[in-house]
Every structure is written in structure tokens, then in C-alpha cells.
């Protein structure tokens, strides 16, 4: 094993040079950012109560919005998870009788109950609002169906990552090319893209080539295992403030809110995203060839997320891989995971998490739903060297040439 990982990583030298740069270019994007807005150390100071006047939060969003390039973001605590991000986006800016139309089939299975694909009372077709989806065709938008389903739709949602699926991370020039598409038909349809894995993957993001809102979580990418919990959403002034008028209230919208103690972890989690991110593209790639040569089959190797999917077609190896993860993690490493059911999936899961953030995805993670053709997931790590070191060890469990 340790000679095919020698192996791997020799060929992989020119693609971790080609991650090195995109860590550069996004480094220099959040220090100006930081310069721009004249950071300092009072800046990581929090606030408790209603969270007036707090400098650090609204500087730390002015910061978010220059990254993003972008009016507005909305950077908070208050957020519990990406998916509660995604409601409140959802819910901010559709109205009974608005139509969401999902441009790269159903969502993750966390929004199910959010829309109202599985019937809940307090989904948005509860409220009233229509809901349709049209799936991708070979890994891109269907520009025919699409073209031929904008009428009286106020939102077209894009996931960019896989979630469950067996389909490819969509590209930000795929990106670009499907919102100067519809904003050609028409400019008013409010486009809101679902960020979460993709951030400092490339060089630009979805608020660059035109999208009107993006969210993602703080406990993924752009949190950097530092921040413990959060997310933001970024783009359009109008769209953001009324995000943050349905987190917070009519009325108060983005002046309340106390970040307590999480100002210096928002601001340190986005300094060091840009290299941790990087590490965790080098142990995808490394991952995802090191598995093929060892005879697996792998979906989702690109660049674009974090997110590798291992295909075991056997529900004992993987088993077997998450379990060897989570043995190779910092913490919890003795604990053994096992499929159960989670809220929000209908299938069950097994999740490999030992992190120092519960449930933190650019720490090294594996989870995947207990159904054909048995995916693992797997994403993130902090450091090349951790991440190579728990690949090494899981492959070892399931592979019958361990010793080689």
C-alpha cells in the first residue's frame, strides 16, 4: 500500500502545484479583504443580547462581501446548520404563489421536508409556494427544459455539490454559462446557489459569474475547523436583508444578533480556509487515484468540492471504510460507527466524524447512506498528512492486497 501511495502522489505533483496556486490567488483575495477593512484585534471582541453596534460581526461581513465580491452578506452564529441556512434563503425571498425551480434535480436529502418533497406543515409548498425540478443530462443543465419552464418562476435553485447523488460537482464556467442563459430570458429571476463544499475550490465563485444569492456552511470550507458552528449567506443587498429579516425579525433584520465568543473564530476560520481547503482537494485527488489503482471505482474527482464518492457495491466494505476513518481521526478514534437513522434522510447512515467540531466537513469525514451501490462520501482534512495517513488506513481495511 505504502508503495502505490509513493506511486500516486508522484503523479499527482503537477495537480497539487495547480491546488498551490488556487490556495495563492484565494489567500491574497482574504488578506486585502482583511487590509481593506482595517481588522484588529478589539475586531474579535463579542457581544450578548440583542447584539447592537457589534463592529467585529459587521466588519467580518464586510469582509465576506468583498471576497464574494458582492453588495451584502450575512455572517452568523444564529445559523444552526447549512441546511437552516437554506430555509431561511428560501424563506426570505419566496412568497406564497412564487414558483422554485431546482435546475439540477432533487436537493439533498436534508431539504426534502424543507421544500415539501416530503410532506411536512412547515415546508414552503405548506406555504404555498410551487415547486418543480428538472434533472441534469450529462452532468450539465438541460438548457431545452429549462428554457421552456421560466414561466412564473420567481427562484431557480442550483446545488452545486453532489449531496448523495452519483452526478459530477457542477463547474463554475457551467455556472457562469447557465445564468447568463436564463438572465438572457429573464433578468429577474432571482438565482440562489448552494455553495456548501465549493468555496476556494477555484478561483471564482458563484457571486463572480452572476448569482443573486449563495450560502454555505462555516462548519465546512470556509470555517477552516476553526469556526464551530455558523454560515453565511452573500449577495444581493436586497435579497440578503430580507434573509436576515426572516433569521432575526421584521424590522430589526441584520442589527440584531450577538456573536458572544465566535468573532475571532469566523475571522481566523476565513484566514486560514484558502490553505485548508487546499489540503483537502490534495487528499480527494490522492484518495480518489490511490482507490482506482487499487480497483475501485470513484464519481466526483474533480477540483470543483471536496467531496469524493468511493462506489464499494458492498455494504460490508463500506462499512468497513467508514469505520477505519473514523479509527484514523484525532478524536473519538475508538469509537465504532454504525448505520442509524438520522433526521432529515430516509435512508440510514453511517458517519465517520472524528473532528473537533461535531459534524465538521473539511475535517477528515465519511459518511454515506446504507443503499445501492453503497457510496461513501468522504471529505475534507486539515492537513495532506492526516488525510493521507487515514485514506491509507481505511483502504487497508477493505482491500484484500493490503500488504502489497
Known sequence: MLNKAIEVENELKDKFKEIDQVVYINSEKVLSAFHKELVQASDFNGTTGYGYGDIGRDKLEKIYADIFHCERALVRA?????????????????????????????????????????????????????????????????????????????????????????????????????IRFIKEINKEIIVFVDN??????????????????????????????????????????????????????????????????????????????PR????????????????????????????????????????????????????????DAHFSPVPSDMPGYDSQIIMASGSFTDGSSIELSCDAPIREPFIAYQQGSLTYEYGKMGVIKALEKVCEDFNE
Open 276 to 331: 485548508v481547503v487546499g489540503n483537502a482537494l490534495k487528499v480527494k485527488l490522492f484518495t480518489s487515484l490511490l482507490c482506482k489503482k487499487l480497483g475501485f471505482n470513484v464519481i466526483n474527482e474533480n477540483t470543483n468540492d471536496i467531496v469524493l464518492g468511493i462506489v464499494f457495491n458492498n455494504e460490508n466494505k463500506l462499512i468497513n471504510y467508514v469505520k477505519a476513518i473514523q479509527e484514523a481521526s484525532a478524536i
Open 78 to 178: 444564529q445559523f444552526v446548520s447549512g441546511t437552516h441556512a437554506l430555509t431561511v434563503g428560501f424563506f426570505g425571498i419566496l412568497r406564497p404563489g412564487d414558483t422554485l425551480l431546482s435546475i439540477t434535480g432533487l436537493p439533498y436529502d436534508t431539504l426534502h421536508k424543507v421544500i415539501g418533497i416530503v410532506p411536512n406543515e412547515s415546508s414552503l409548498i405548506s406555504f404555498g409556494i410551487n415547486y418543480k425540478y428538472i434533472d441534469l443530462v450529462d452532468n450539465d443543465f438541460d438548457y431545452d427544459k429549462i428554457s421552456k419552464s421560466l414561466e412564473n418562476v420567481r427562484v431557480i435553485h442550483i446545488q452545486r455539490s453532489i449531496g448523495y447523488s452519483d452526478r459530477e460537482t457542477l463547474s463554475i464556467e457551467k455556472i457562469e454559462k447557465v
Open 196 to 273: 456548501c463544499y465549493c468555496e476556494f475550490c477555484t478561483e471564482l465563485e458563484p457571486t463572480d459569474v452572476g448569482a443573486d444569492l449563495v450560502i454555505g456552511s462555516l462548519i465546512k470550507n470556509l470555517g477552516a475547523g476553526i469556526a464551530n458552528n455558523g454560515a453565511y449567506i452573500v449577495g444581493k443587498e436586497r435579497l440578503v436583508e430580507l434573509c436576515a429579516e426572516r433569521l432575526t425579525s421584521p424590522g430589526l433584520g441584520s442589527e440584531v444578533g450577538s456573536s458572544l465568543s465566535q468573532n475571532r473564530n469566523f475571522y481566523e476560520g476565513l484566514y486560514l480556509a
